[in-house]
């Protein structure tokens, strides 16, 4: 049960992927997934307002469709947007013309170029014809709040052993996770803020 990407794994997973930020201060880079929707959204903003955090958030386009006003929302607070297809494709599955004309159909409901992959499964196919248009997001810690074997308690403590100085940080703006997201992100943010972090949006300096 992985919360952070072996080295090994980011050589397997090919060129021109952004796994973390190297070189920098104590920056840390947080992610929402698979939004918006309208169970955890308006949870998740409220969080990160109280602690003055902006966050980037990899939307999912027929989400957005649905709802219009929760992904203004995002914006309108001044968080970034990313690309995480039009229907959650796991890109191992699909075909890469059919995953390119999602990844577009996308586009044109979150005009963004940052992308993650959903489940971060991608061809080499698929990445050789997104890299150009694209910063392709992958992740430095998988806080796995959507795992029902992961109790809330040991999604922090994980969360936080893995994260370090230019880390990419995923949590998942689904109901799925909003019970642990609800517990964790908020120690998470004091954690980070008292160790002397800071948060930075993607796209944005990088």
């Known amino acids: 049960m992985l919360f952070n990407t072996p080295y090994l794994l980011r ?3 090919g060129s ?33 307002d109280q602690y003055g955090v902006k966050a980037t958030f990899f939307c999912v386009g027929e989400n957005v469709v649905k709802h219009p006003a929760i992904y ?4 309108t607070a001044g968080h970034a ?7 959650h494709l796991n890109g191992w599955k699909t075909q890469t013309s059919a995953y390119m004309k999602n990844v577009e159909k996308c586009r044109q409901v979150v005009a963004s170029d940052l992308y993650r992959p959903p489940y971060g499964k991608i061809k080499r196919s698929q990445r050789k014809a997104l890299k150009d248009q694209y910063r392709i997001v992958m992740w430095t810690v998988l806080s796995r709040d959507y795992d029902a074997n992961v109790s809330k308690e040991k999604c922090l403590e994980k969360t936080w052993k893995y994260t370090r100085p230019g880390a990419i940080i995923v949590f998942h703006n689904h109901r799925k996770a909003l019970e642990k997201i609800e517990y964790v992100l908020p120690a998470y943010l004091q954690r980070a803020l008292d160790a002397g972090y800071h948060f930075k949006v993607l796209g944005v300096g990088c």
Request: hydrophobic share 30%; glycine share 12%.
């Open 16 to 48: 021109g992927l952004t796994w973390e930020f190297t070189g920098g201060h104590n920056e840390l880079y947080l992610t929402f997934d698979d939004g918006p929707e309208p169970e955890s959204t308006s949870i998740i903003l409220d969080i990160l």
């Open 11 to 13: 050589k397997l997973g």
């Open 72 to 75: 203004k929302q995002v914006t």
């Open 81 to 87: 947007v990313g690309n995480h297809t039009y229907n």
